[in-house]
């Protein structure tokens, strides 16, 4: 789901008040000796040194106090505590290289979002929802965003619904404030597509999938072979209609050479290519791939400030909800989050346990996690927040459909 919203990542401290008071307790604590003792160690039967009296300094000696002055040794230490405070203070102010993860707010797909609806579907007949379907975010601060001081690292890390991430963990060196959110809108775009194709591909409701090349790695079969912005219509004789279609007749070769038909420049033409055995197990040509969806009727998302692709999921939901008859909820209050592709695969997601968080504090009853995001889930669901687990489009639907009817929740997955 970055302040600059990211991730349906969404984009400060009390630290520093608690810093002030920790320092002038130490200040308090402090008992200097009272003026006129004698500072050196002695044995029990020791004698005083000649002239003076037990525990006095010899005569002549001892400093005489102006009235109303305080004592040298105590002033000494007060100047060195005030001291202490503001070297403290100040270096809570210096620049630290973290990325604070904090939980943001939720965001209802079958609400509304001011005065319009989140999701609106033009062209096809729709039907009245309740409840809620609601995608997390989390809020995003550090990096290219904007530095943040150690007061507020310090602060989230006493926190524990916060994160504190290395920034070179989460950004790549180099990264400016314009790349994320560029990457960010096109992963909210991509994600957005995705949802509505598994979506209807969920209904079974026909659309057309192409599939086009959006780059080559170098070094790669398909070096030489295929350019950027041909468009694949076959492999082998078997048409090309979504990506997993591919992956099949690519991986139907067994690594001999496939005949790729793509349409270059509004001709098609035939290549060969040999695919290459990846470490995944699958064959593959080295192309990076590219995909336009042509829809029977046009689906709008608005969401403004919000990037990232971990939304796709609950989009896809709010979508069926809003394309089939019935309330998907029956007037309960979901969230989730979790990535998804047009064949209806969910992905993970950074920030989960921000995103629990941040459905709980919205009234949310279930969350819908990501099966490979369990282990961020185990031992971190807030209270009263029911988890299900889910890899599939179908199962994150099956997991609501059983959860809202109130029976058979024990049968849908949990996070071990």
């Not at 150690?150 to 790549?172: N, R, T």
């Not at 969401?303 to 979508?319: H, Q, R, Y």
């Not at 998804?340 to 949310?364: C, F, R, T, W």
Request: hydrophobic share 40%; net charge negative.
């Amino acid at each position: 789901m970055s302040a600059e919203p990211v991730c349906a990542r969404v984009q400060a401290s009390p630290f520093p008040c608690a810093c002030t008071a920790r320092y002038s307790r130490c200040q308090t604590g402090l008992r200097p000796r009272a003026p006129g003792k004698d500072s050196r160690l002695r044995s029990p039967n020791e004698e005083p040194p000649a002239g003076s009296a037990a525990g006095a300094e010899p005569a002549g000696t001892a400093p005489r106090a102006r009235p109303g002055q305080r004592p040298p040794r105590r002033r000494a230490l007060m100047i060195a505590g005030g001291t202490a405070f503001v070297l403290g203070a100040a270096a809570l102010l210096l620049p630290a290289p973290y990325v604070l993860e904090s939980p943001g707010p939720t965001f209802n797909t079958i609400g509304e979002i001011g005065d319009s609806p989140l999701i609106t579907i033009e062209g096809e007949q729709t039907y009245s929802t309740s409840g809620e379907l609601a995608l997390t975010t989390v809020y995003v601060s550090g990096g290219p965003n904007g530095a943040v001081n150690m007061g507020e690292v310090v602060g989230a890390w006493l926190d524990p619904q916060d994160a504190v991430l290395p920034v070179d963990f989460v950004y790549p060196p180099g990264t400016t404030r314009g790349e994320i959110q560029e990457g960010n809108a096109e992963a909210m775009t991509s994600s957005q597509e995705s949802a509505v194709a598994a979506a209807l591909d969920e209904l079974g409701i026909p659309f057309t999938e192409e599939i086009s090349v959006a780059g080559i790695m170098e070094g790669a079969p398909a070096e030489g072979v295929l350019e950027t912005g041909d468009i694949i219509v076959s492999v082998d004789g078997n048409p090309v209609t979504s990506v997993e279609s591919l992956r099949e007749s690519l991986n139907a070769t067994g690594g001999d050479a496939a005949r790729i038909t793509v349409r270059r420049d509004g001709e098609e033409q035939t290549l060969e290519v040999t695919p290459s055995l990846a470490e995944s197990g699958a064959y593959q040509v080295g192309a990076y791939l590219s995909i336009d969806f042509t829809f029977p009727f046009e689906v709008a998302i608005a969401l403004e400030n919000v990037g990232g692709a971990s939304a796709g999921m609950m989009f896809a939901l709010g979508i069926i909800d809003k394309l089939t008859p019935g309330e998907l909820t029956e007037g309960h209050r979901f969230a989730g989050t979790g990535t998804i592709d047009a064949d209806g695969q969910v992905g993970p997601i950074g920030g989960i346990e921000q995103k629990m968080v941040g459905a709980a504090e919205s009234g949310a009853e279930f969350f819908l996690a990501p099966v490979a995001n369990c282990d961020d889930v185990t031992g971190n669901i807030p209270d009263g927040l029911e988890v299900v687990s889910v890899s599939t489009l179908e199962e994150a639907l099956t997991a609501v459909k059983t959860l809202a009817s109130g029976s058979g929740a024990g049968d849908l997955a949990r996070c071990p």
